[in-house]
């Protein structure tokens, strides 16, 4: 069982960290290696708007007092936006602290989140359908799986099914269907 878990706003040194930590595939991981990236564009974000949006944002993950991740969420929707819109979530923990439940307990966070202070109904994330780490996780962390999405993500020169996962409002409640 990891140490308390908390999430908090990022600072300056946490993106000096996200980019040593998740710019090259051996830090993204298998799953989330997309290929190199300019780190200007997180940066200039930072600096505009601390991250934090009407659209999304991002979150530091924190065990005690060291930075271990990040989680984001985005602007999704299943129809028109004004009327179908959620939020999809990612998470990106640092190597040295997989594997020991950060991911679950910071994705619960997240959702705990995103209920109390949004008036989202539906939350949603998915996985690469060979990540059944990142598939246990979200299941812990209270997160139902809906389905397959065939090819719907191109990394490494060809296209990946994705698991599909949410949580409604009630869902994290109790009050909802499981």
């Not at 993204?28 to 940066?43: H, I, K, V």
């Not at 930072?46 to 602007?75: I, K, S």
């Not at 990106?92 to 959702?111: D, E, F, H, Y």
Request: aromatic letters at 10%; glycine letters at 12%.
């Amino acid at each position: 069982m990891p140490d308390e878990i908390t999430l908090r706003p990022v600072t300056a040194a946490d993106l000096d960290l996200f980019e040593r930590e998740f710019s090259g595939r051996q830090g993204a991981g298998p799953y989330q290696w997309f290929g190199f990236r300019s780190p200007t564009a997180l940066r200039r974000r930072f600096a505009e708007t601390g991250l934090f949006g009407p659209d999304g944002g991002v979150l530091c993950v924190a065990e005690a007092d060291r930075t271990v991740g990040r989680v984001e969420w985005f602007a999704a929707s299943w129809g028109r936006p004004d009327t179908s819109a959620c939020w999809s979530l990612a998470i990106g923990i640092v190597p040295a602290s997989r594997g020991r439940g950060i991911g679950t307990r910071a994705q619960r966070l997240l959702a705990e989140y995103l209920f109390d202070h949004t008036r989202a109904e539906r939350l949603q994330a998915w996985t690469d359908h060979g990540n059944r780490a990142e598939q246990r996780a979200l299941e812990k962390a209270g997160f139902v799986q809906e389905g397959v999405v065939r090819s719907a993500q191109w990394r490494g020169g060809r296209w990946h099914d994705q698991i599909l996962y949410s949580m409604l409002r009630g869902d994290l409640s109790g009050d909802g269907p499981r």
